[in-house]
C-alpha cells in the first residue's frame, strides 16, 4: 500500500508546491514561521525494523535540512514558541529512547557538523543494559548507549547538543495511574541523567508520544523535576503564539522522520492539510498547574493523521 501512496504524495507534493511556499512566507512575514520537530530512533544499516533508518538516507536528509530550513536546538524552540516569534522556518533534530547504533554514524556525523539536537535515553534499560521492549517483542536485542557513551555527549562541547529524560523504562504514561510510579519513571529518569553528567535535563519527552499517551501528571511533575519542555510524537507543526508558555513549561509537537524521502520532504515543506488541522491536544489540560483538574488525554485514533505523508 505504501508504495502505491508515495508516487501520489510526491505529485500532490509538487501540485501544492505555490501554495506551500505562499503560506509559508506570509507566516513568516507575521513572525509566525513554523518550527518542525523530527524525531529519530536508530540510524542503523543492520536489523532494519520501522524504527531504523539506514545511515545513507539520515545523511541525506541531514543535507537537506541544512540547505532548506534554519536548524535549531530544542532550546531555541521552546525560547521562540514560548516568546510568539520565528522569523523563518525552522527545525529541530531529536532522538528517542537511546540506542547504541546511533554512536557509529549519526551522532558523529552530527558533531563533525556542530549542529545541535536533543537525545532522549530512557535510564533504566541504559543502567541495566537490557533491551527496549519492543525490540525484545520482535525478538531482537538491540544494544542501547552505554553511560559512558551519554557522559562524552554531554561533554562533547557542540552548542546546543543535550540529553533529555524519556522515563526510565520507556513506560506509557498514560496508562500509568499510580502518582508514586509515575513520579519514579518521570523525577527518576531526570535524576538519573543528572547524576551521570552533573547537567539536569531542560526537557522531557513522552514513550510512543501519541495523544492517548500523554499524561498531566506526568507534565507537571516534569516541571516540577526541572523541564522547562514536554514533547510529543502524534505529528503537528509548532508555529509560535501567545500563550505557548504555561507554568513555565511549553509542549513541543514532534514529527516522525520518515525514511520515505517523498514523505520527510512532504512534511518539511509545510504540507497545507495538515498546517491548520485541529490539534487533539488542549494544552490547557496538559499543561495544567492542578493536574488533577485536568481533563483526561483525547484517545490516540483522534490524532487526525498523525502517520499520514
Known sequence: MRSLRDPALRLYSAATAPIRRRTVRRLAQRGRAPITVLFYHRVADT???????????????????????????????????????????????????????NCETAIPLLLRRRLPFTYFVSTE??????????????????????????????????EGVELGAHTRTHADLGRLADPAAVRGE????????????????RSFAFPFGQPGNLSALAASLAREAGA?????????????????????????????????????????????RKLHAADPVDDRALLAADPRAAAPA????????AADG
Open 228 to 272: 522547562d519542555c514536554v514533547c510529543s510524537a502524534y505529528g503537528a507543526y509548532n508555529l509560535p503564539t501567545a500563550g505557548a508558555e504555561r507554568d513555565g513549561v511549553v509542549h513541543v509537537r514532534r514529527v516522525h522522520a520518515d525514511p520515505e524521502w517523498g514523505r520527510f520532504v512532504n512534511w518539511m515543506t509545510v504540507d497545507p
Open 186 to 201: 518521570v523525577a527518576g529518569s531526570i535524576d538519573a541523567i543528572e547524576g551521570w553528567t552533573g547537567i539536569r535535563p
Open 125 to 158: 534499560i541504559v543502567e541495566q543494559q537490557t533491551a527496549f521492549p519492543h525490540d525484545l517483542q520482535a525478538g531482537v536485542r538491540l544494544r542501547p548507549n552505554t553511560v559512558a557513551e551519554l557522559r562524552a555527549l554531554a561533554r562533547c562541547g557542540v
Open 298 to 305: 483525547p484517545s490516540s485514533a483522534t490524532a487526525a493523521g
Open 47 to 101: 536489523h532494519a525494523n520501522p524504527w531504523s533508518m539506514p545511515s545513507a538516507v539520515f545523511e541525506r536528509q541531514v543535507d537537506w535540512l541544512q540547505a532548506n530550513v534554519e536548524l535549531i536546538s530544542l532550546a531555541e524552540a521552546r525560547r521562540r514558541l514560548a516568546g510568539g516569534t520565528n522569523p523563518r522556518p525552522a527545525a529541530v533534530i531529536t532522538f528517542d529512547d537511546g540506542y547504541g547504533d
